[in-house]
């Protein structure tokens, strides 16, 4: 437990300064947001391209780690749908329930694995990570266009649209291509995303600890906090076992349960603004989950014995 706890240790820490940094103004409020779009649109991109383009994509493990998470992401999308009756709030507050359990923030999750499990697990995790983007920022999409305040509904072309301009979701793809290519590794290319991906996981780290807000949590509580046991207490298990149902040897159920034990997605709240969710709501989920992960996280590795 100890050298879990080390372990995560400095992940936390660089989320509670990004925190620290943007309350303290030592960086005016207008200079995060072009800080978070060069970490989403070229830091991660450099980051995932290569991690994709090296991965072993038949290998039992990230087979089974990527299947984990899409089919866990589809059952919890499945169990939001059906419960949607017999929820009391509004259209836009159901958008925010819905992106809260079923997205994950890739800016915590990759450096909790690169922590714990090295080169190795990171490759397993950027599997996951081509795997369930295209699942979640469909069914995201398509709910906030549904329920979302203003939209008229779902579009295809306005939700290909959207798909179309997510950057982690096309560095995925470019990944994935040159991967399934077997394109020979380019001299300069490959050094240069190794340089930006080393800025990607700590950048990411600060960015997500910048981004968080806890002026909605005290409102809405009790809607929370049912997000949070979903998001962070029943997600965990059912991806680590579907992984070893479906095969997965010990670093695959790590890096699933892992997955799904990460808190929720900062992009989320982006979504929600842009699309008529209810975005202090989400700020709040967002805020919760990734302050109470920093304690179910060491719980949920120890009780598996997958540290």
Not at 158 to 174: D, Q, V, Y
Not at 236 to 255: E, I, K, S, Y
Request: aromatic residues 6%; positive net charge; contains cysteine.
């Amino acid at each position: 437990m100890s050298a879990l706890l080390l372990g995560l240790a400095p992940v936390f820490a660089l989320i509670a300064m990004g925190y620290g940094l943007r309350k303290s103004g030592f960086l005016p409020d207008e200079t995060w947001r072009p800080i978070e779009k060069l970490s989403i649109n070229l830091l991660y991109p450099g980051f995932l391209i290569p991690a994709i383009w090296n991965a072993d994509l038949i290998g039992g493990s990230a087979s089974a780690a990527g299947g984990a998470a899409v089919v866990s992401v589809i059952v919890v999308s499945i169990a939001a749908l059906a419960l949607k009756p017999l929820m009391t709030f509004d259209g836009p507050a159901y958008t925010s329930v819905f992106q809260g359990v079923i997205r994950w923030n890739s800016f915590v999750f990759l450096p909790v694995v690169q922590s714990l499990f090295g080169a190795p697990g990171l490759a397993v995790g950027a599997v996951m990570i081509a795997c369930i983007i295209p699942v979640t920022n469909i069914s995201c999409v398509a709910v906030l266009a549904r329920w979302g305040r203003g939209q008229k509904g779902v579009r295809p072309l306005a939700l290909l649209k959207a798909m179309a301009s997510n950057p982690i979701l096309l560095a995925c793809l470019i990944g994935l291509v040159l991967n399934l290519s077997g394109a020979p590794r380019l001299p300069g290319l490959t050094e240069t995303l190794a340089l930006l991906g080393g800025a990607a996981l700590p950048m990411g780290l600060i960015v997500a600890g910048a981004g968080l807000s806890f002026a909605a949590v005290a409102r809405s509580r009790t809607t929370i906090a049912a997000v949070s046991v979903v998001k962070l207490i029943l997600m965990p298990p059912l991806m680590w076992g579907l992984c070893r149902w479906f095969g997965g040897d010990a670093l695959a159920q790590a890096v699933a349960l892992l997955c799904g034990a990460t808190p929720g997605a900062a992009a989320s709240y982006m979504l929600a603004r842009q699309m008529g969710g209810d975005a202090p709501l989400m700020a709040g989920i967002i805020a919760a989950t990734t302050v109470a992960s920093v304690v179910t996280i060491p719980i949920l590795m120890a009780l598996f014995h997958l540290s």
